[in-house]
């Protein structure tokens, strides 16, 4: 999660349903290690597609409420939702991603886990990153050998994430990630089809901090009252463009 503006008090109190109409082929079980906004609004958008989603937090009170806020089909502690499923989220603050993935090294092995935080602190220009070249998700992975680590969904805002199959100017929203393993891929293909998103590709763990590098330059410039998109046009927008 890269802003805090959201309040949970803004999210519907009544529990998310799942659509009738579903077009994936499989439905996944996913553990959610965080009760903040980030973890509520993917939770939820996770649930309307049809997961099983399970909520883990360090406090009880916490995941039960954003398991109701969810709609997920449970709530427990951290290690519960880090064996929940194939997929696990850390929806935690980045400066704890990288600890909580080595407390939970034994019960992330085998599983795609993704990592969506984004390691900002306020600077003297504007957000700054605070990892020094290195990414939250490659110390992750360090942390948690055994686990299928990918970078993803840190680019929007949490608020993003609450709309349904979200859609901009007639197209849909297009989530990057990157990730070194082909199990990790697969599931993060499968899971934004399924939000009714555009997978994007974009690379190995080496260019995680890439994204996240973005995600701050995008915060720095939303900050500002500006938008992003005018910045990066299409360069087949131009008259007489060939695709070189």
């Known amino acids: 999660m890269w802003c805090a503006s959201a309040s949970l008090a803004s999210f519907p109190c009544t529990p998310r349903t799942p659509r009738t109409t579903d077009d994936r082929s499989t439905h996944m079980r996913i553990g959610i290690l965080g009760t903040g906004a980030m973890a509520t609004a993917l939770g939820g958008a996770w649930v309307r597609a049809g997961h099983d989603v399970l909520v883990g937090g360090r406090d009880a009170a916490a995941a039960s409420r954003t ?13 519960e939702a880090a064996a929940h499923g194939e997929v696990v989220l850390t929806a935690v603050p980045a400066d704890a991603a990288p600890p909580l993935a080595k407390e939970l090294a034994g ?4 599983r795609t886990v993704i990592d969506c935080t984004v390691p900002m602190a306020p600077g003297a220009d504007g957000p700054a990153l605070t990892t020094g070249g290195t ?17 993803a969904f840190g680019l929007c805002h949490d608020s993003i994430w609450t709309l349904d199959r979200p859609a901009f100017e007639g197209a849909p929203l297009a989530v990057p990630f990157c990730t070194d393993r082909p199990e990790a891929a697969a599931h993060l293909t499968e899971l934004v089809t399924s939000m009714g998103c555009t997978p994007l590709p974009c690379g190995g763990l080496a260019r995680a901090a890439l994204l996240e590098a973005t995600a701050v330059f995008a915060v720095g410039v939303w900050w ?5 998109r005018f910045a990066f046009p299409s360069p087949a927008l131009a008259p007489g463009a060939v695709d070189d």
Do not use: F, Q
């Open 135 to 151: 990414s939250v998700a490659r110390l992750v992975a360090d942390a948690a050998p055994g686990a299928h680590v990918a970078k």
């Open 67 to 79: 398991a109701r806020l969810t709609g997920a089909s449970g709530h427990g502690g951290l290690a």
């Open 224 to 228: 500002s009252g500006a938008e992003t």
């Open 107 to 110: 019960p992330l092995a085998g």
